[in-house]
């Protein structure tokens, strides 16, 4: 059974391009969350989604950051226009439920460098 | 709200000493708790949760915690440290109804022989 899977594993733009963020869940998850880790910091919650539906975007920045989970294909975070700012790891996260008691698994990351 | 702070930004241990990674949390509602590791370049792997029951918590790697509710922490334990121990170690809380983790900022565990 794969685990969570993100590509890319790194990536790098220039300032004013977009970023686009790809998460493959669990086989069998149909929940999505998407954390952001910057440099020296802990995850900080970003977006929950479930299959065509966002749940809760209560973390996310209110410009030029989108996220999606449509009903085929990997769930995908979108930058636009990315600043220096956006440089950072993004993790992808998926759950079996929404029980508070359900483990999270993560991916291994999306490294995210904005020059 | 939930707020999760890890009182120590490194530890360097010998191999094979004990280590305690401290763990305070904050929140006005009922909570679960955990901890994660991340290895270099790797996502996070879950180490132990506690949901309710016994406050001793037994994980893998030979890894434990235990929960003091009135003391409001979560501290890990391990009796004995490998050099492959070395990694970020992440301490979480959610609240009972919710989904989203809250993260404190790590504690660099750097294991030396």
């Known amino acids: 059974n794969a685990g969570v899977m993100q590509n890319p594993r790194h990536l790098v733009r220039r300032r004013g391009q977009e970023a686009r963020l790809r998460c493959s869940p669990m086989?069998?998850?149909?929940?999505v969350y998407w954390y952001r880790q910057l440099p020296e910091e802990g995850l900080k919650f970003m977006v929950y989604?479930?299959?065509?539906?966002?749940?809760?975007e209560s973390g996310m920045p209110k410009e030029r950051f989108s996220a999606e989970f449509p009903k085929e294909g990997p769930s995908i975070l979108r930058i636009q226009q990315v600043v220096r700012g956006d440089s950072a790891a993004y993790f992808c996260a998926s759950s079996h439920t929404t029980s508070g008691q359900e483990t999270q698994y993560f991916g291994p990351g999306t490294r995210l460098l904005v020059l | 709200a939930q707020s999760v702070t890890q009182l120590d930004s490194q530890v360097p241990v010998f191999e094979e000493a004990p280590v305690e990674l401290r763990c305070n949390y904050s929140s006005s509602v009922s909570v679960y708790l955990f901890w994660y590791v991340q290895y270099p370049n790797q996502g996070l792997q879950l180490l132990l949760k506690y949901l309710s029951g016994s406050t001793l918590v037994k994980g893998i790697n030979g890894f434990e915690a235990e929960f003091n509710k009135s003391q409001t922490s979560f501290h890990l334990r391990k009796p004995s440290v490998h050099i492959s121990d070395t990694a970020e170690y992440f301490c979480a809380v959610r609240k009972n109804s919710g989904y989203a983790l809250n993260f404190g900022k790590g504690t660099s565990l750097l294991v030396t022989p």
């Open positions: 086989k069998g998850h149909s929940h």
């Open positions: 989604l479930q299959k065509e539906n966002i749940i809760d």
